[in-house]
């Protein structure tokens, strides 16, 4: 099962040729344009046979054009900018192509990164603190790795901050996502279970098929496929708990499905902006160079199963203050202290 998740200009100098050979530069160049034709090749393999709405695309014209651009660059990432040249025809904009070193961070496979900085690509800040002793805030962000230690230390930091409340007695939560960008949505989901509780949070859903999204004592799974693990779960003791969810534009795409889980649980409410809007879900596919095809392959679905397609809706709309202040975040925290 596929797990769901996210110009240099050459220049050409004239140099005689002797004996008719080719010059280095045109040399280059040839093998440059035939990588690129090999990787456009592969991308479109994948993207006709799994492409969530492949149905509907003229893929011949779109593959011919494809061809007639790589051909007239001199670039050797001139593959790259033909697939994305190809989403922005097929107007698709949750897919696309990532190289050679960015997918090598996600996948974790890469080397080098600098041990100072690598959390600083990986994900952002997970912030928290207690409000007038009764409120916990958690901003959950993006993760933007699919490395196994990596995103089980993320959730398991997500759980820790929530167990230290809980054993506190709070039962009134802020979960910030107005910065989540999107990336793995696993370790988030699996970092907030104790909120969520057991069960089915959500589907994805594809022409053929339907797969549940659910939390079950520390593990999130796709279907029947564990996808992340907490190393020692927390059984949260919540007998009346309120969250407020914070949304906003820059809730995208895994942001949005963590936002999806939550949405219609009892006494869960969405506050601030609507959504990004790249409610579907994106299969990673490898690419014989090393760089990865992001590539939407479903529709996402809420816990009812009803699809959902754009921007995820606030249960309550608050435009941001134009003065400074958070009255998002001020208005999720007075409606928390009238329970």
């Known amino acids: 099962m596929r797990t769901f998740y996210f110009l240099t200009a050459i220049l050409f100098f004239?140099?005689?040729?002797?004996?008719g050979q080719n010059s280095p530069v045109d040399t280059s160049r040839k093998a440059c344009i035939q990588q690129a034709g090999i990787l456009l090749d592969e991308a479109f393999s994948i993207m006709q046979k799994n492409y969530y709405r492949k149905d509907s695309v003229q893929w011949q014209p779109l593959i011919s054009s494809a061809k007639?651009?790589?051909?007239?660059s001199s670039d050797c990432e001139a593959a790259y900018k033909a697939v994305q040249w190809c989403f922005d025809q097929m107007k698709e904009k949750h897919s696309f192509i990532m190289p050679p070193v960015k997918a090598a961070i996600y996948t974790g496979t890469g080397n080098g990164l600098h041990p100072g900085s690598s959390s600083k690509l990986l994900s952002g800040p997970i912030r928290h603190?207690?409000?007038?002793?009764?409120?916990?805030?958690?901003?959950?962000?993006?993760?933007?790795?699919?490395?196994?230690?990596?995103c089980t230390r993320f959730a398991d930091s997500?759980?820790?901050?929530?167990?230290t409340f809980g054993l506190k007695g709070v039962e009134k939560w802020i979960i910030d996502l107005r910065k989540n960008t999107g990336g793995n949505c696993w370790p988030m989901l699996a970092g907030l279970g104790p909120l969520l509780g057991n069960g089915v949070h959500g589907f994805f859903v594809s022409s053929k098929e339907s797969i549940p999204i659910s939390y079950k004592n520390g593990m999130v799974m796709q279907g029947k496929q564990i996808r992340c693990v907490l190393t020692d779960p927390y059984v949260a003791p919540f007998s009346n708990k309120t969250v407020i969810i914070l949304t906003g534009?820059?809730?995208?795409?895994?942001?949005?499905?963590?936002?999806?889980?939550?949405?219609?649980?009892?006494?869960?409410?969405l506050y601030g902006e609507p959504t990004a809007g790249l409610t579907t879900a994106n299969a990673t596919y490898p690419l014989s160079d090393g760089s990865v095809l992001v590539l939407t392959v479903c529709k996402e679905a809420d816990r009812t199963g009803k699809i959902v397609e754009g921007r995820i809706q606030p249960d309550e709309l608050i435009l941001p203050s134009r003065k400074g202040s958070d009255n998002v975040m001020e208005s999720a925290i007075m409606f928390l202290q009238l329970q």
Request: no cysteine; hydrophobic share 50%.
């Open 14 to 19: 004239h140099i005689p040729l002797l004996m």
């Open 68 to 72: 007639i651009l790589l051909g007239q």
């Open 129 to 150: 603190e207690l409000i007038d002793g009764e409120i916990a805030y958690i901003s959950v962000p993006w993760i933007a790795t699919t490395d196994g230690a990596v």
């Open 158 to 163: 997500i759980q820790s901050i929530i167990k």
């Open 249 to 269: 534009p820059n809730t995208s795409s895994a942001g949005e499905i963590v936002a999806l889980a939550f949405k219609g649980l009892k006494n869960v409410f």
